[in-house]
């Protein structure tokens, strides 16, 4: 029975042990991972947006009124960007399926932001 409880105390101490161990790589672990992610989260936005990043920064701090730019900002600046000039493309290739063409010109542009409400901000801007 005694020695029942030995192998007992000695399992536990074993146990405590890498407890201890496991915990003391974990810091690091924890850390690398948090810099991984950190990396795949940037490269994850990179991706996810087409127009350069700095060069919409630029365009934004043209305007006087602006000073300093948060980044996160200029990501969805660019990304809203990207999914107007996407919709205002297609809106233009129907008018360009329409006419039998396989090229978008200025008219089938001018055609969608005609015929689409959203768009109507736009009426002659072409001009």
Known sequence: MASS??????YEGELN??????SAENPQDSQ??????????EEHKEK????PIGRVRNIIKMDPDV???????V??????TELFIDSLAKEAYKYTVQTKKKTVQKRDIENAINNVDALVFLEEMLD
Do not use: P
Not at 5 to 10: A, E, I, P, Q, Y
């Open 5 to 10: 409880k030995v192998d007992d105390l000695t």
């Open 17 to 22: 042990e890498s407890n201890v161990s496991n």
């Open 32 to 41: 690398e991972e948090i810099e991984t992610n950190l990396q795949t989260d």
């Open 48 to 51: 996810l947006v087409r127009l």
């Open 67 to 73: 000073n300093l730019v948060n980044q996160e900002a």
């Open 75 to 80: 990501f969805l600046i660019a990304k809203s």
